[in-house]
């Protein structure tokens, strides 16, 4: 039994890292990596399927005896791209932070 467990445990973590990265031609993409180094290896994505936003993370730090109030915000820029490389191969997600590449995700067949 304990055996098959690790065995399942291996194959997730396997299945996870492929999660992580994205091949374009004979490169690949990591999470991590800047949005430039991205648009050098796999080109610009479709203008329809780009999308970008803004969110706002922080947090307020009170003094106990309100003597001082702390305001820490920050704006992040997301950035949503699809790439479809057509029938033959999948559709890729990813999402970027700051110009930062934080989730690579497969969306199925392209067309």
Request: with cysteine; hydrophobic share 30%; net charge neutral.
């Amino acid at each position: 039994m304990k055996n098959s467990t690790t065995w399942i445990l291996v194959l997730s973590l396997c299945s996870f890292n492929a999660l992580a990265a994205m091949r374009c031609g004979q490169r690949l993409i990591n999470l991590g990596d800047h949005k430039s180094y991205v648009l050098a290896r796999c080109g610009e994505p479709e203008p329809e399927s780009v999308q970008t936003r803004t969110k706002i993370t922080g947090s307020t730090l009170h003094h106990p005896r309100r003597t001082l109030d702390i305001h820490e915000y920050e704006e992040i820029l997301i950035e949503e791209w699809v790439y479809n490389f057509g029938p033959y191969r999948l559709q890729h997600y990813l999402r970027f932070e700051n110009g930062e590449l934080q989730e690579i995700r497969s969306l199925g067949k392209g067309h």
